[in-house]
């Protein structure tokens, strides 16, 4: 029987049952790959992370419930959470290795930054999935890793009831929703049926990809988002050049015992 250590964190807040909960796994070195999709697929969260130390710092890994992904924001921030606040990282930064190259976090007073890579997106046609899923005609589409659908406003976008199964026929990882907000910059929505997250509480990556749109739009480069979801959630946004700084809050909620044959 072996266990590994788990916390679970809530990220993108300032108060516990808010933002979006991540689990976090510390590991000394890796399990087989389809234990640690086993694991995220018990955990049932957006996403579940693992890292094991390396020459630079940390390899860092995010499971969905269903499969691993290249890049997540909320997950990272959760991790480095558990380095600083439980685990007595004494480093000013963390380097994680990780699919999407190496992503650093440190402290920003009482947020912490994650320097991430922008993703600016183009504008494409509207595919006919993206319109069927949504059920109403977005202003623009844009797209990057995911589709980008422009409202006109907060009030619009909190609306929305989308179709997911229209949504999971599309050709990206997930869809963001996004217009003009009312006491922030701009608020979204993130959907990603295909895998395994309905709706995704508060999305780091997406960012990647908002943060160069409003900074284009709105003529500024430092932004202030909100993921307008039930459980919702804040962010700082930079974009810096071919980067995006991202800075939120965490709180750990849950530490328990994962207990399993090897």
């Not at 589709?147 to 869809?175: C, K, Q």
Request: proline share 6%; aromatic share 8%; glycine share 6%.
């Amino acid at each position: 029987m072996q266990a590994i250590r788990q916390y679970q964190v809530d990220a993108f807040t300032t108060r516990p049952f808010a933002g979006n909960p991540a689990a976090v796994c510390p590991l000394a070195a890796w399990l087989d790959d389809s234990l640690l999709q086993a694991i995220a697929e018990e955990n049932n969260l957006a996403e579940t992370a693992f890292f094991v130390p390396s020459a630079k710092g940390f390899r860092l890994r995010w499971f969905t419930p269903v499969r691993e992904v290249e890049l997540c924001g909320h997950a990272t921030l959760a991790a480095a959470h558990v380095l600083f606040e439980i685990m007595g990282y004494a480093e000013p930064a963390i380097v994680f290795e990780t699919l999407s190259g190496e992503l650093t976090v440190k402290r920003r007073g009482k947020l912490l930054e994650m320097d991430f890579p922008a993703q600016a997106p183009h504008a494409c046609a509207m595919p006919e999935a993206l319109l069927a899923g949504l059920g109403r005609d977005p202003l623009e589409v844009f797209a990057a890793a995911d589709y980008l659908a422009v409202f006109d406003g907060e009030e619009t976008v909190r609306a929305l009831t989308p179709d997911h199964a229209a949504l999971s026929r599309l050709d990206r990882r997930g869809v963001i929703v996004t217009a003009p907000g009312k006491d922030v910059d701009f608020v979204s929505r993130f959907f990603a049926p295909r895998y395994g997250i309905p709706e995704d509480p508060v999305t780091g990556s997406a960012h990647c990809e908002l943060a160069p749109y409003w900074a284009k739009r709105l003529g500024k480069d430092s932004l202030v988002a909100r993921q307008v979801s039930k459980r919702g959630g804040e962010l700082l946004c930079e974009l810096k050049g071919d980067r995006v700084l991202l800075c939120g809050s965490a709180l750990t909620v849950i530490v328990a015992t994962l207990s399993f044959d090897a």
